[in-house]
């Protein structure tokens, strides 16, 4: 008869990236800016983890509750809360989250051209392709995968992609690729003009390009915490 | 069928109520039923542009909020007899602008026009949203420099997704107006190509109108340049421009140093 020496499960840690919402009082007043500010992307949050950052607000864990099961009927769920010290008495409440790590601002479009126009269907794609341009003022949010633009992208146009971004035409504006935390995103553009360039937080602005890349067919993409920007061909 | 242009721009100063003026005059003397409609409230300028300022009684604002009659509001052009100005408050805000209220006087005037002109203000506030919203087509005032352009690309931007049209998922018409071209200046490299501006743009040019003094000449005494000097460079790139909008094909002429050899062969007499 064999006997098996139990082996010790591995405890594990991973971070992901979550969206932090961080309400301020009047809670209700709040809302109403969430409402206002989530008009033209319905689903922004709704696919994707939130965590709370109550440190502004002075809640109880029964209003906490309560605000929590309003967020729910607006289709985004609470992955945990931070900034608040544990009583006792947050048993039904979502865990406390401690240490996060500050990632980018997510700036919501004024005007989500895509992603608003994508049926149902194919938002589960994982890539989104632009067959127009993109001009000034426009925002191509698309966090689920890579952007293909096939024309160009105005300057103060913006491309934000989970994943790679692929532009075919003149990038003057802004890409930032790998915004959920994606270090192995490329950014790939025909002609490069850009205002900035960003993988995962990382950015350069026009004013740390090489000059000899201006205009050139360009990729960019991480080396470690660099930004590494160099021509195609 | 009324058609109804917004003149936009997104910036300042680069000649919107100038092409507009301008255009509604041409159209007009080419015997063409046109209003132009100034949106600027509250900095109104098309009704001095027009010569027309001494005789505004009531605005757009009075219509909207039916203290005037259309046709009470509706100033004739002195010049010519089926020109007309629908002026804008000075005195109003651009909050006193509805959606509604607009719309109900932009199909009035379409059942008495052949062309509907309306004059945006700068900027992508209230009034320029509504100056452009129930547009047929947009004529994009552009001058041959970065931000101006951009500008317009931004609105450009705009026409396809906030305008009725837009929303109805048809294409709104967009042409391409480029003002203050210096010939002098372009040769010199110190402005925007045409051809960088439309390349930017992606949208076709319905002309190209030189700098020229004529242009202030013109708005000082209280006439369209299209009006005042009809022969000059900038009323001729106008008179083109407002065939081309009546789907006439006319060559485009890129205003370039034509007197150049004059001047030196004048500049080698005279030394």
């Known amino acids: 008869m064999s006997t098996v020496t139990p082996q010790p499960l591995p405890f594990r840690a991973r971070s992901y990236m979550a969206f932090v919402l961080s309400p301020q009082q009047p809670i209700a007043d709040w809302l109403a800016d969430l409402d206002a500010s989530i008009e033209c992307s319905k689903s922004i949050y709704s696919h994707h983890p939130v965590a709370l950052d109550m440190s502004a607000v002075n809640l109880n864990p029964d209003e906490i509750a309560h605000l929590i099961a309003n967020l729910g009927e607006r289709s985004i769920r609470v992955l945990g809360i931070e900034g608040i010290t544990p009583i006792g008495a947050e048993g039904k409440l979502p865990p406390i989250l401690r240490a996060g790590r500050v990632g980018q601002t997510f700036q919501l479009p004024d005007q989500t051209v895509v992603v608003n126009s994508v049926p149902e269907k194919q938002q589960k794609v994982a890539s989104l392709l632009v067959e127009g341009r993109v001009r000034s003022g426009q925002s191509i949010v698309h966090i689920d995968g890579d952007v293909t633009v096939l024309g160009s992208v105005g300057s103060g146009a913006e491309i934000i992609a989970g994943g790679s971004i692929h532009i075919y035409g003149t990038l003057r504006g802004r890409a930032s690729a790998g915004i959920t935390g994606d270090n192995r995103a490329r950014i790939f553009c025909h002609r490069a003009e850009a205002e900035l360039l960003a993988i995962d937080s990382h950015y350069k602005m026009a004013a740390d390009f090489a000059p000899d890349l201006q205009s050139q067919p360009i990729q960019a993409w991480l080396e470690g915490e660099t930004l590494t920007i160099s021509a195609i061909n | ?271």
């Open chain 2, 1 to 271: 069928m009324a058609k109804v242009l917004v003149v936009t721009s997104g910036k300042g100063g680069v000649g919107k109520t100038t092409s507009t003026a301008a255009l509604g005059a041409a159209l007009a003397r080419d015997g063409q039923n046109v209003v132009v409609v100034d949106f600027d409230i509250g900095l109104r300028n098309l009704d001095l542009i027009m010569g027309a300022e001494r005789r505004v009684v009531f605005d757009l604002i009075n219509v909207i909020n039916g203290v005037a009659k259309l046709s009470q509001a509706l100033i004739r052009d002195k010049r010519l007899e089926n020109l007309y100005l629908l002026p804008a408050s000075q005195t109003g805000d651009k909050d006193a602008l509805t959606e509604d209220g607009v719309a109900k006087v932009i199909e009035e005037l379409r059942t008495k026009f052949d062309w509907v002109i309306c004059d945006s203000p700068a900027g992508i506030e209230r009034g320029a949203t509504l100056a452009m919203r129930y547009a047929d087509a947009a004529i994009i005032v552009t001058n041959p420099e970065v931000s101006s352009v951009r500008d317009s690309d931004r609105i450009i931007g705009l026409l396809d997704s906030k305008t009725v049209k837009a929303e109805r998922g048809e294409r709104i018409d967009k042409h391409v107006l480029i003002t203050r071209y210096d010939s002098s200046r372009a040769a010199r490299g110190g402005m925007l190509s045409i051809d960088d501006v439309l390349e930017i743009l992606s949208c076709p040019l319905l002309g190209i109108i030189p700098e020229s003094k004529e242009v202030l000449l013109a708005s000082n005494i209280g006439s369209p340049v299209t009006l005042n000097n009809a022969m000059s460079a900038p009323a001729r790139a106008y008179f083109d421009a407002a065939r081309r909008l009546k789907g006439e094909h006319i060559h485009m002429l890129v205003p370039s140093e034509s007197n150049s050899i004059f001047n030196k062969l004048f500049g080698r007499k005279a030394a």
